[in-house]
């Protein structure tokens, strides 16, 4: 089955403490991303991919990190999480360079940092 | 600048025909797209258009008029199932790395 599959779907920290949240695609799909979703402020792009080895900023990058060593994966990193960092996150991917390739979501990871 | 407006919520009764409006003001567009998401799961897509005019799937259809950049998802036969957040999204630039920019979303209410 066609997926983007990302872990954990629940998680709560603290302040401070190295987080890595998983994404991974099995159709091939050339570009990657990283959106957070809060209330009031919809879906933001923080990272995106357009290809193995490149990534780049999207609206809200600050205190995160992405690599991609590899096609299929596209981890987030939060190397020091703060309380403003509590959200839904949702990792994507589409073809590139194809207009009509719809973003196939993961199922969201919920995270909480106090 | 880039902005994409939806009204913030609306209600509607089973059975009946709903209009959720979205209009939008961007620095490139390469098509827009509809998603539907229920409360705290994934988006998912609904629909896409590039060219002016009207693409009917099923109970759905979706309109685009970009000389007034603006679109509508058009939902028949309401169900009490299609109560959820439903998301316009605009595709931008290729060298954005063809991101979808999104508005805040239409939340939907379905009563009997």
């Known amino acids: 089955e066609a997926q983007v599959t990302q872990n954990p779907r629940y998680l709560i920290t603290v302040t401070g403490k190295k987080l890595t949240v998983t994404c991974s695609q099995n159709m091939n799909h050339e570009y990657m991303s990283w959106y957070r979703q809060d209330p009031g402020l919809g879906l933001r792009q923080i990272y995106y991919s357009m290809n193995v080895e490149v990534t780049d900023k999207g609206d809200v990058p600050e205190g995160y990190k992405v690599s991609r060593k590899e096609k299929r994966n596209f981890p987030l990193i939060l190397e020091s999480p703060s309380p403003n960092q509590t959200s839904l996150y949702f990792c994507?991917?589409?073809?590139?360079?194809?207009?009509?390739?719809?973003?196939?979501f993961g199922n969201g990871t919920r995270l909480t940092v106090t | 600048g880039q902005n994409i407006d939806q009204p913030t919520e609306m209600t509607a009764t089973e059975g009946a025909i709903v209009q959720i409006n979205c209009t939008y003001q961007?620095?490139?567009?390469?098509?827009l797209f509809w998603y539907q998401q229920h409360a705290g799961e994934a988006p998912t897509f609904l629909s896409y258009?590039?060219?002016?005019g009207l693409e009917e799937k099923g109970r759905f259809s979706s309109f685009l008029s970009r000389s007034k950049g603006y679109s509508y998802l058009l939902l028949k036969e309401l169900q009490m199932k299609d109560s959820a957040s439903y998301l316009c999204?605009?595709?931008?630039?290729?060298?954005?790395?063809?991101?979808?920019?999104f508005g805040q979303g239409t939340e939907l209410s379905v009563k009997p």
């Open positions: 961007t620095s490139g567009f390469n098509g």
């Open positions: 994507a991917s589409s073809h590139r360079g194809r207009n009509n390739s719809p973003l196939h």
């Open positions: 999204a605009v595709r931008g630039f290729y060298n954005q790395g063809g991101k979808l920019i």
């Open positions: 258009n590039v060219l002016d």
